[in-house]
């Protein structure tokens, strides 16, 4: 069955509009013949409209894309922009309380506790305090995060040739993401610096326009680059995580938990796999790169801080544990909503859901989505 075809339907829920989520040719299986009735388009599949209403759905365009085209990247970096940055926005609150049990827990004891001292001190407005840095910041990394994985994880399997690209496709996304995040920390670590300082010094700033220029007068142009390398050590692993685990869990529900092919599963059913996989990986995340996250948020807060201040008053203990249970809710629920809104923007361009299928060598290298 073609990609585009029959499967190209709604983004929204499946029992909106069908009782199955798996095929949309099931649903025309049971129509009478072409001769009798001729099946609606795809482009107009809607359940709503044949009971009387008005369609729920969000559908592909006609345009196709060409698989590793300069359009299909273009279209991943979007994609990665508005997972990244909309996602990392939303969650301001839990990020804002976060760091600051990270940095005050004598003050800062609980989540209940911390968001209780916040709207005490600073009001309900106060819990989106630091949303600009975090919107662009997270907007810059999404779109080389996603990018580049697409682009090195495409090249690294032309470079190990068909048949070890699907032998060591683990080792591929492994490397594709490490690669990928590398990049994409160095346009992050300007605005992550500038968030952190904002939202765990009350009064330093009110946001973006005037916390970037005291920082600098603070700090200097380089002070912006302070927490790079702890931020590599907590994305970098994190991102390896985040695309592995998800392609490796997507890959296992689509083999033994779904009964049919993927590409005989409609758009929206392929979307809750993308959910659930992106929030099963987010878990492993958190876990992975919390260490690496407290050093971050230590040397951003201190002037002059080293990362061996940082081990010093947090201990060894504290660095995996001060603030996990927060970060794990907030990185599973943040990077099951970034996977979904990615593929969903994929879907809308015209491309395929991520995951279920190894990476496509040269020698196989995609035409345009049929």
């Not at 909309?86 to 968001?115: R, W």
């Not at 994305?235 to 592995?244: E, H, N």
Request: with cysteine; aromatic share 10%.
């Amino acid at each position: 069955m073609a990609l585009s075809d029959l499967s190209r339907e709604s983004l929204l829920p499946s029992f909106l509009y069908s009782a199955s989520p798996f095929t949309a040719a099931s649903r025309l299986s049971a129509s009478p013949s072409p001769a009798a009735a001729p099946a609606p388009p795809a482009s107009a599949f809607s359940g709503g409209a044949a009971r009387g209403g008005k369609p729920f759905s969000i559908n592909s365009p006609n345009e196709k894309i060409e698989m590793y085209s300069p359009a299909f990247y273009a279209a991943c970096t979007a994609g990665g922009i508005a997972s990244c940055g909309l996602t990392h926005m939303a969650v301001t609150p839990l990020d804002l309380v976060k760091c600051n049990m990270q940095i005050n827990p004598e003050k800062y004891k609980s989540i209940s506790s911390g968001f209780g001292v916040l709207l005490k001190e600073q009001g309900a407005r106060g819990f989106f305090r630091g949303w600009v840095p975090t919107l662009l910041g997270y907007s810059a990394q999404g779109a080389c995060k996603f990018g580049f994985y697409e682009f090195f994880k495409k090249t690294y399997s032309d470079m190990a040739g068909p048949e070890n690209a699907i032998k060591y496709k683990t080792l591929i996304y492994l490397a594709g993401s490490a690669s990928a995040e590398l990049i994409a920390d160095v346009a992050l670590c300007p605005m992550e610096a500038v968030k952190v300082r904002v939202q765990t010094q009350p009064g330093f700033a009110r946001g973006l326009s005037d916390g970037l220029p005291k920082f600098i007068k603070a700090e200097g142009a380089a002070g912006l680059y302070k927490g790079i390398v702890p931020l590599w050590g907590r994305q970098i692993p994190y991102t390896m995580m985040k695309f592995a685990s998800f392609e490796t869990i997507v890959e296992l529900i689509y083999k033994h938990a779904v009964p049919v092919p993927k590409s005989e599963c409609s758009k929206s059913f392929q979307l809750g796999i993308s959910f659930a996989g992106g929030y099963i990986a987010g878990v492993f995340c958190a876990i992975v790169s919390h260490p690496a996250d407290n050093l971050v948020s230590f040397l951003n807060n201190a002037k002059g801080a080293t990362m061996g201040d940082a081990v010093k008053q947090i201990g060894v203990l504290g660095l995996f544990t001060r603030g996990l249970p927060l970060r794990i809710v907030m990185i599973g629920t943040l990077t099951g909503a970034q996977w979904g809104i990615y593929d969903a923007f994929k879907v809308m361009v015209g491309l395929p859901t991520t995951g279920g299928v190894a990476p496509v060598p040269a020698a196989e290298e995609g035409k345009a989505i049929a």
